[in-house]
């Protein structure tokens, strides 16, 4: 939830006007640009079906052919700069996990990029074979950008919000990033998600303890494929197990 720095209270009484009208703008416009950057990220279902779609065959052609396909016709919004994750799943296990967390390039071209890494460049698997495309499941996750906590690092479990929540884990040279819908898939309580994501960096499992570790969060949107018939789904994260 976004809040002003300052509301207008029973005691801004001594405002004029003027100056009341000017921060009522100033509030108006940050909470603008606040809904704008939260809620850009949002797809119809018809645009996330366009997503994962585009992150099929972007899969197919690189491992097939190892031809890397063009972001072409495309809603506007996949012009936009959007951060996003491509995972495959295979038997219900995962099988690739490659993204883009800060929102870098277009979401076309992320997707397509994210599509092929999560294949050919996640260092935890071998390549995906053209065998094994059939039994591949796509689920694409389109992230807000990510931001800070409010708090110090000691409260961090008490505003980490599971279901809701990404966390990405820096300290020093090592980062870890974790999907909102890991910690329902795993059943993390907040403290666990934050080991765990600390774990992924690299570091020791309380290191976001640290004042100098930063701790930052953020929210997706999933699309997947369901089905034999390449249907399309929006999932809700806490039916993610």
Request: a negative charge.
């Amino acid at each position: 939830m976004f809040y002003p720095t300052r509301s207008l209270s029973v005691w801004d009484h001594s405002l004029s006007l003027r100056s009341s009208q000017k921060n009522l703008t100033t509030i108006s416009h940050n909470l603008l640009v606040h809904f704008q950057v939260y809620y850009l990220h949002m797809l119809t279902i018809d645009e996330g079906k366009i997503a994962v779609k585009l992150a099929r065959e972007a899969l197919t052609q690189y491992v097939k052919k190892h031809v890397k396909i063009k972001p072409e016709s495309l809603p506007k919004i996949f012009d936009e700069k959007q951060g996003v994750f491509v995972s495959l799943h295979k038997s219900h296990n995962l099988r690739g996990c490659i993204g883009y967390p800060q929102p870098f390039m277009p979401l076309g071209l992320a997707i397509i990029d994210s599509a092929i890494s999560a294949a050919a460049r996640d260092p935890r698997f071998p390549s995906i074979r053209p065998e094994e495309l059939e039994d591949v499941v796509i689920e694409v996750t389109i992230l807000t950008a990510p931001k800070n906590y409010d708090v110090e690092n000691t409260k961090l479990p008490e505003v980490v919000q599971i279901g809701r929540h990404g966390l990405i884990v820096s300290h020093g040279m090592f980062t870890g990033l974790l999907l909102p819908q890991v910690a329902i898939e795993w059943g993390f309580d907040s403290i666990d998600f934050l080991s765990q994501t600390c774990l992924k960096a690299g570091l020791p499992p309380d290191s976001w303890l640290d004042p100098r570790t930063d701790v930052r969060y953020f929210e997706g949107q999933i699309f997947a494929e369901a089905g034999q018939e390449g249907d399309v789904i929006e999932k809700d994260i806490m039916q993610c197990e």
